[in-house]
């Protein structure tokens, strides 16, 4: 495709304005003596006599896909509840086995005995200056008969893995309840000590609000989505629009994830029947105070009783109200009690065994419980993984096998927090640290955009699937559609590097679905894919994320649901069938450099700012005002930063970069030359590559939560889903505890010199081949 086309295509819904035209002139006129970025690659891993069987094995696939597989399939999923633990949750897997049986799978329930606690009482009471009581109801709407079934039989709005509680005290609004509203606090003189928390949706993962409110002293905490990130000030609500209605709740778990994901009874093992198990009080994920989420019905006349300073701007959301900060003179009562129940979690394995190498296994994985209904999260992944498995038995039937092992997963119980996955994983640990090659996985999924994150090792792979899937609105690939994109919202120099690069970045993982277990505490290489950027809305895990909702606002055509599908059984069918595992370091090696730059520019950063900070308080410039609703105390000066030695760092970065080089030039030459190794010498090879993710791992795990063993990526203490990368180095750099930092800089630093010596075994092996 040229680079006049790729400039020429326009997202949905987007105006040929005068700002667009002269971007067009830009990109076809400036850019026009750049290399094109997305010349054809080669079909990475494949002999050239493969490529084109291999292609046409995709092809076939591609054209058994059905769409309205996927319709059928979802208004089954989604006509009744299923959350784990209840019945048409079990109905649904039973479902799902029985399909892959008959598609010629060894499929099978493997079942996990999991806490899961659901609401006994709830009770929200503004106490003073008035009294109002919250209704906390989510009703259905007569538009939406899911809806109104869902509001009779589905799990009201609450948190799950909330404390217990009966507390009063008076009320503080906290922004988002992420660390730097509580330093804006800090600098206004407030403090929640004892009193209740409330905090808008947005920022970060709902789970850090509550913790971090409970590390401050507060006694309890009130979620709430106010409508300037999710409601009519986005766009009309539903049902007449995508967005949150007033009466539109968000659940969802509160468990200390980025501490442990799974059961907070069984850390380490699987939690069977017969697992011993924590007692509650022991667990250390379980929040420690009462946590509920309420409409922004129900929170405003929380809202509209704070007084105290007026709430900076940057913290004012679209109620008819001005925002205070308190505390008080609103005083509330929070009552909540769960029952705290173990309920059975069925995961749905099926099998296709390989023809060749039988111990490589390729794992595809989507959740199947939802909150509520769970239209688009997430039986829309859900049901495009079943069709991508039903197309491959297609190929089976015709005479094909794969060389490797393919197994598909159907995850139950990963709203709480990931437990169907993570007690799965835990449970056969040593054997997936042997055997699996890659993980894929997907979750909700809509119209728009291929977006793409995961182990960088698999950058240039899922590049060179995406160029031959095409977008359905377009007809041009999904990587140069989501190209266009990124050129659309770039700046000139940064639409320049774009043009220049071979690859469209993909992001890193953090943790939020079920790629977690298998990246950060087994090592093993994922991808985590969807589509989406047109289908925006507020039904995210509401009554409201119903069949009824999704056909008119998520993808009411299901082509979306196929491209998806086609997209991961590409990238399923050649990781199947390569040769060489598509393993590329080259990107990796760049993205890694990245990150270390990054550290030491924020070592720059703070020194920066400390020496500023410590100069304006010097001269006296931080004034106090007379009106003592508006006081700011000024912060506290700071120790100054210190030199951090960064070299093992750098060394190893040079190191990476050279070791990917030179097995990029022995992976080209043995293809080049046509050269074989037997099916014992690819297998050893193939190993290699794929243990080599496991490298970045360290058996002691991340400072204070040794579950994360990944040192390249996990989520952050206070960012939760959100990734932090060389998490160790760069979050004790961000807590000033330098000599931790130090630490961590030698310990990663020979992490990725390890990490290169695995590279360098694997080229080893292609130059003997010669």
């Given at each position: 495709?040229?680079r006049r086309?790729i400039?020429?295509?326009?997202?949905?819904g987007w105006?040929l304005?005068?700002?667009w035209?002269?971007?067009v002139t830009y990109?076809?006129?400036?850019l026009?003596?750049?290399p094109?970025?997305?010349?054809?690659?080669?079909?990475?891993?494949?002999r050239?006599?493969?490529v084109?069987?291999q292609?046409t094995?995709?092809q076939q696939?591609?054209k058994?896909?059905?769409a309205?597989?996927l319709?059928e399939?979802?208004?089954?999923?989604?006509s009744?509840?299923?959350?784990v633990?209840?019945?048409h949750g079990k109905?649904?897997a039973?479902f799902?086995?029985?399909?892959?049986?008959?598609?010629g799978?060894d499929?099978?329930l493997s079942?996990?005995h999991?806490?899961f606690?659901?609401?006994?009482?709830?009770k929200?009471?503004?106490?003073?200056?008035?009294?109002f009581?919250?209704s906390?109801?989510?009703?259905?709407?007569?538009?939406d008969?899911?809806?109104?079934l869902g509001a009779r039989?589905?799990l009201p709005?609450?948190?799950a893995?909330s404390?217990?509680?009966?507390?009063q005290g008076?009320?503080?609004?906290?922004?988002y309840?992420i660390?730097?509203d509580y330093?804006?606090?800090?600098?206004r003189?407030?403090n929640v000590?004892g009193?209740?928390v409330?905090a808008?949706?947005g920022?970060?993962?709902r789970?850090?609000?509550p913790?971090l409110?409970a590390?401050?002293g507060?006694?309890g905490?009130?979620?709430?989505?106010d409508?300037?990130?999710?409601?009519y000030f986005?766009?009309?609500d539903?049902p007449?629009?995508?967005?949150?209605n007033?009466?539109?709740?968000?659940?969802?778990?509160v468990?200390?994830?980025?501490v442990?994901p799974g059961?907070?009874?069984t850390p380490?093992?699987?939690?069977t029947?017969d697992?011993?198990?924590?007692r509650r009080?022991?667990?250390e994920?379980?929040?420690?105070i009462?946590?509920l989420p309420?409409?922004?019905?129900?929170?405003?006349?929380?809202?509209k009783?704070?007084?105290?300073?007026?709430?900076?701007e940057a913290?004012?959301?679209?109620l008819?109200?001005t925002?205070?900060?308190?505390p008080?003179p609103?005083?509330?009562?929070?009552?909540?009690?769960f029952n705290w129940d173990?309920?059975?979690?069925?995961n749905?394995i099926a099998?296709?065994?390989?023809r060749?190498w039988p111990d490589?296994?390729?794992i595809?994985?989507?959740?199947?419980?939802?909150?509520?209904?769970g239209?688009?999260?997430?039986?829309?992944?859900?049901?495009?993984l079943?069709?991508?498995a039903r197309?491959?038995?297609?190929?089976v039937?015709q005479?094909?096998?794969?060389?490797?092992?393919l197994v598909?997963?159907g995850w139950?119980a990963?709203?709480p927090?990931?437990l169907?996955s993570?007690?799965?994983v835990?449970?056969?640990?040593?054997?997936?640290?042997?055997?699996v090659a890659?993980?894929?996985?997907?979750d909700s999924?809509?119209r728009?955009?291929?977006r793409m994150?995961?182990?960088?090792?698999?950058e240039k792979f899922?590049?060179?699937?995406?160029?031959?899937v095409k977008?359905p609105q377009?007809g041009v690939?999904?990587v140069?559609?989501?190209?266009?994109r990124?050129l659309?919202?770039?700046d000139?120099?940064?639409?320049r590097r774009?043009?220049e690069?071979?690859?469209?970045?993909?992001?890193?993982l953090?943790?939020?679905?079920?790629y977690?277990?298998?990246?950060?505490?087994?090592?093993i290489s994922?991808?985590?894919?969807d589509y989406?950027?047109?289908n925006?809305?507020?039904?995210?895990h509401?009554?409201?994320d119903?069949?009824?909702n999704y056909?008119?606002?998520?993808d009411p055509?299901?082509a979306?649901g196929?491209t998806?599908a086609?997209?991961c059984?590409?990238?399923t069918?050649r990781?199947s069938?390569?040769d060489?595992l598509?393993?590329?370091?080259?990107?990796?090696?760049?993205?890694v450099?990245?990150y270390v730059?990054?550290?030491?520019?924020?070592?720059?950063?703070l020194r920066?700012?400390?020496?500023?900070?410590?100069r304006?308080?010097?001269?006296n410039r931080?004034?106090?005002t007379?009106d003592?609703k508006?006081?700011?105390?000024?912060?506290?000066s700071q120790?100054?930063v210190?030199?951090?030695?960064f070299?093992?760092l750098?060394?190893?970065?040079?190191?990476l970069?050279?070791?990917?080089?030179?097995?990029?030039a022995?992976?080209?030459?043995y293809?080049?030359a046509?050269?074989?190794?037997?099916?014992?010498?690819?297998s050893?090879?193939?190993?290699?590559?794929?243990?080599?993710?496991r490298?970045f791992?360290?058996?002691?795990?991340l400072?204070h939560r040794?579950?994360?063993?990944?040192?390249?990526?996990a989520?952050?203490?206070?960012?939760g889903?959100?990734v932090?990368t060389?998490?160790a180095?760069r979050e004790?750099?961000e807590?000033?505890d330098?000599?931790?930092?130090e630490?961590h800089?030698?310990?990663?630093?020979?992490?990725i010199?390890?990490?290169a010596?695995?590279?360098d075994?694997a080229?080893?092996?292609?130059?003997?081949?010669r």
């Amino acid at each position: 495709m040229s680079r006049r086309t790729i400039a020429l295509i326009v997202p949905k819904g987007w105006q040929l304005t005068l700002a667009w035209m002269l971007l067009v002139t830009y990109v076809v006129t400036s850019l026009a003596g750049l290399p094109a970025a997305f010349a054809a690659p080669e079909l990475l891993g494949f002999r050239s006599e493969d490529v084109g069987p291999q292609l046409t094995r995709e092809q076939q696939f591609t054209k058994s896909l059905k769409a309205e597989n996927l319709r059928e399939w979802m208004e089954y999923f989604t006509s009744q509840p299923h959350h784990v633990g209840s019945p048409h949750g079990k109905r649904v897997a039973e479902f799902m086995a029985e399909r892959f049986r008959e598609w010629g799978f060894d499929a099978e329930l493997s079942v996990y005995h999991v806490l899961f606690p659901t609401p006994k009482l709830r009770k929200l009471t503004l106490l003073e200056p008035t009294r109002f009581e919250a209704s906390l109801v989510e009703p259905g709407v007569p538009e939406d008969p899911t809806s109104l079934l869902g509001a009779r039989e589905g799990l009201p709005p609450y948190n799950a893995f909330s404390a217990d509680g009966d507390v009063q005290g008076e009320l503080v609004y906290v922004n988002y309840g992420i660390p730097k509203d509580y330093e804006e606090l800090d600098r206004r003189g407030i403090n929640v000590s004892g009193r209740v928390v409330i905090a808008r949706y947005g920022g970060s993962w709902r789970g850090i609000k509550p913790k971090l409110a409970a590390e401050k002293g507060a006694i309890g905490c009130i979620l709430y989505s106010d409508p300037i990130d999710d409601g009519y000030f986005q766009g009309d609500d539903y049902p007449r629009g995508p967005f949150k209605n007033d009466r539109g709740v968000q659940r969802g778990s509160v468990v200390d994830l980025p501490v442990r994901p799974g059961d907070p009874l069984t850390p380490n093992i699987g939690a069977t029947a017969d697992a011993p198990r924590l007692r509650r009080e022991q667990s250390e994920t379980l929040m420690k105070i009462p946590v509920l989420p309420i409409s922004y019905s129900d929170a405003l006349p929380l809202l509209k009783a704070l007084d105290g300073p007026v709430a900076p701007e940057a913290w004012r959301g679209a109620l008819p109200l001005t925002y205070h900060l308190g505390p008080g003179p609103a005083k509330v009562r929070l009552h909540l009690e769960f029952n705290w129940d173990l309920v059975p979690a069925y995961n749905v394995i099926a099998k296709l065994e390989g023809r060749e190498w039988p111990d490589q296994w390729i794992i595809r994985g989507n959740h199947h419980d939802a909150w509520v209904i769970g239209a688009d999260d997430p039986t829309a992944g859900m049901v495009a993984l079943m069709e991508e498995a039903r197309a491959v038995s297609e190929l089976v039937r015709q005479g094909w096998r794969p060389r490797r092992t393919l197994v598909y997963c159907g995850w139950d119980a990963e709203e709480p927090g990931l437990l169907g996955s993570v007690e799965w994983v835990e449970h056969h640990f040593a054997e997936l640290k042997k055997k699996v090659a890659v993980y894929i996985n997907t979750d909700s999924n809509g119209r728009g955009f291929l977006r793409m994150r995961g182990s960088h090792s698999l950058e240039k792979f899922i590049n060179s699937v995406g160029r031959d899937v095409k977008d359905p609105q377009t007809g041009v690939s999904v990587v140069e559609r989501h190209l266009s994109r990124l050129l659309v919202q770039a700046d000139q120099a940064e639409r320049r590097r774009l043009y220049e690069r071979d690859d469209v970045r993909i992001g890193a993982l953090g943790s939020g679905s079920d790629y977690t277990p298998f990246l950060q505490h087994v090592g093993i290489s994922v991808l985590n894919l969807d589509y989406g950027g047109e289908n925006r809305g507020g039904e995210y895990h509401t009554l409201y994320d119903t069949f009824e909702n999704y056909l008119r606002f998520g993808d009411p055509e299901f082509a979306y649901g196929v491209t998806l599908a086609e997209t991961c059984g590409r990238l399923t069918l050649r990781l199947s069938e390569c040769d060489v595992l598509p393993f590329a370091f080259n990107n990796l090696a760049e993205t890694v450099g990245g990150y270390v730059d990054e550290v030491i520019e924020l070592v720059d950063a703070l020194r920066a700012q400390t020496e500023m900070t410590n100069r304006l308080i010097r001269e006296n410039r931080f004034k106090l005002t007379a009106d003592p609703k508006q006081a700011y105390f000024p912060p506290k000066s700071q120790a100054p930063v210190p030199h951090v030695a960064f070299a093992p760092l750098l060394n190893a970065r040079t190191r990476l970069k050279t070791s990917a080089a030179a097995y990029a030039a022995a992976r080209g030459d043995y293809f080049a030359a046509k050269q074989s190794l037997n099916s014992a010498g690819l297998s050893e090879l193939n190993r290699i590559l794929f243990q080599a993710e496991r490298v970045f791992l360290r058996t002691e795990g991340l400072p204070h939560r040794p579950w994360f063993r990944h040192q390249i990526y996990a989520p952050g203490l206070y960012t939760g889903y959100g990734v932090k990368t060389l998490p160790a180095v760069r979050e004790a750099l961000e807590s000033r505890d330098w000599q931790e930092a130090e630490k961590h800089i030698v310990l990663v630093g020979e992490t990725i010199e390890k990490y290169a010596a695995q590279i360098d075994r694997a080229t080893g092996i292609l130059t003997k081949s010669r």
